[in-house]
Each structure stands twice: as C-alpha cells, then as structure tokens.
Nanobody, 115 residues
Framework: QAQLVESGGGLVQPGGSLRLSCTAS????????MAWYRQAPGKQRDAVADISSGGSTNYVDSVKGRFTVSRDNAKNTVYLQMNSLKPEDTAVYYC?????????WGQGTQVTVSS
C-alpha cells in the first residue's frame, strides 16, 4: 500500500511559476514510474510528465521546455517545477505511481493560471 500526497498548487498569474510536490508514504524506489497528470474541467485526465526509477523523464509536447519533473529519493518526493505558466495549464494536477503490481493516485491539487 502507498499514499501519495500532493501540495504546492494555487493561483498564479500567466508567466509565473509553481512547484508541485508529491510525497509518498514510504520509499519511492519501489515505484517503476512516477508521473504527473492533469485534468481540466470537462476534459479527460492526461499525462503531463513522468520519471522512471532510473531518472529518465518524458514530457507532453505542450509543457516541454517549461516544466521539469524531478525526484528526491531521500525525501520520498517527486516534484513538478512549472515555469512560464499559461491559462491553459489550469487544471487539477494528480500524482501517479506504478509498481509491478498496481498503481496509485494522489488526491490532486488545483493549479489556476489567471490574471
């Protein structure tokens, strides 16, 4: 079992930055992949970025060059640094983790980009 707790969301102006954190209950080394998803109102939940246990990363095209996913194994935490935020980045952001047996979701944190 594992729990994922996100934090760091909020209201930010266009062009601003936020850093999201996802802290797991226990070591994140057991997860093959950790990822960030987002879901805007009325839309499906989509992947934003992921990071493997070895540190390899992937990003959706719309955030490349603006978002950075990273992990701190000692703190059992994965981060999503979001720069140059746009109104279309507004969504609930969810943390996701995958083991060999199952996957886990956090409860989500709201990010609103608006002037």
């Amino acid at each position: 079992q594992a729990q994922l707790v996100e934090s760091g969301g909020g209201l930010v102006q266009p062009g601003g930055s936020l850093r999201l954190s996802c802290t797991a209950s226990g070591s994140i080394l057991r997860f093959n992949i950790m990822a960030w998803y987002r879901q805007a109102p009325g839309k499906q939940r989509d992947a934003v970025a992921d990071i493997s246990s070895g540190g390899s990363t992937n990003y959706v095209d719309s955030v490349k060059g603006r978002f950075t996913v990273s992990r701190d194994n000692a703190k059992n935490t994965v981060y999503l640094q979001m720069n140059s935020l746009k109104p279309e980045d507004t969504a609930v952001y969810y943390c996701y983790a995958l083991t060999d047996r199952r996957d886990y979701w956090g409860q989500g944190t709201q990010v609103t980009v608006s002037s």
